[in-house]
């Protein structure tokens, strides 16, 4: 079983920037693809963003703000998010798919415990 562990969290001002990344305890070579979910209070985990060989996916309140990247040597998959807005506030989560459709959580297999990302206004 793959662990994945994030990094990268932390408390940041509105419009500031932080980095997010993920670690696999092993290649990611086989995955179809990695992904970024967040979950804030009270809300279902949702999903912000994916990228498989070929392409990159986002949700429609990150885009243009956030993007994920990977570097397959270093088993690691990046969240570098901008323009960081106070609902950005959630726990943000790293998983990987072998398969299915990148926004269903249903599809990714191996998930992270969560990094927590607090925007403050």
């Known amino acids: 079983q793959v662990q994945l562990v994030e990094s990268g969290g932390g408390l940041v001002q509105a419009g500031g920037s932080l980095r997010l990344s993920c670690t696999a305890s092993r290649s990611i070579l086989g995955w179809y693809a990695g992904g970024w979910f967040r979950q804030a209070p009270g809300k279902e985990r949702e999903f912000v963003a994916a990228l498989t060989w070929t392409r990159t996916y986002y949700a429609d309140s990150v885009r243009g703000r956030f993007t994920i990247s990977r570097d397959n040597a270093k088993n690691t998959v990046f969240l570098q998010m901008n323009a960081l807005k106070p609902e950005d506030t959630a726990v943000y989560y790293c998983?990987?798919?072998?398969?299915?459709?990148?926004?269903?959580?249903?599809?990714?297999?191996?998930w992270g415990q969560g990094t927590q990302v607090t925007v403050s206004s």
């Open positions: 998983a990987g798919s072998t398969g299915g459709s990148v926004y269903d959580r249903a599809s990714y297999a191996a």
